[in-house]
């Protein structure tokens, strides 16, 4: 099977950066999409960003000209630069990638855990 591990959250103050990282391992055969999503608390989970392994990329209007994806296909691993941090921005970070683990299998999501980052005022 395959596993999604997140990480490079933590505290930062508005204003800051942070750098959020994701890799997919196992029995990947092959990888489409991957992506951002947070949930505050109260709210429901949204998009932040994603990109396609063509390079096509998405983001949340929130984030545009703040946050960057990027991802590494070699490494099977997806980032995501976060710069002018806000409040709003406090969230439970989650990676979603979309991937199929046997050539005649369908492309399924798989989730990491997630992992807090929290900007304080």
Known sequence: QAQVVESG???????GS???SCA?????FSLNAMGWYRQ?????RELVAAITSGGNINYADSVKGRFTISRDNAKNTVYLQMTSLKP???????CNAVLKVGR???????WGRGTQ?????
């Open 88 to 94: 709003d921005d406090t969230a439970v970070y989650y």
């Open 24 to 28: 997919a391992s196992g029995t990947i």
């Open 117 to 121: 980052v929290t900007v304080s005022a």
């Open 9 to 15: 959250g933590g505290l930062v103050q508005a204003g």
């Open 40 to 44: 505050a608390p109260g709210k429901q």
């Open 18 to 20: 942070l750098r959020l």
């Open 104 to 110: 005649w299998g369908q492309y399924e999501p798989y």
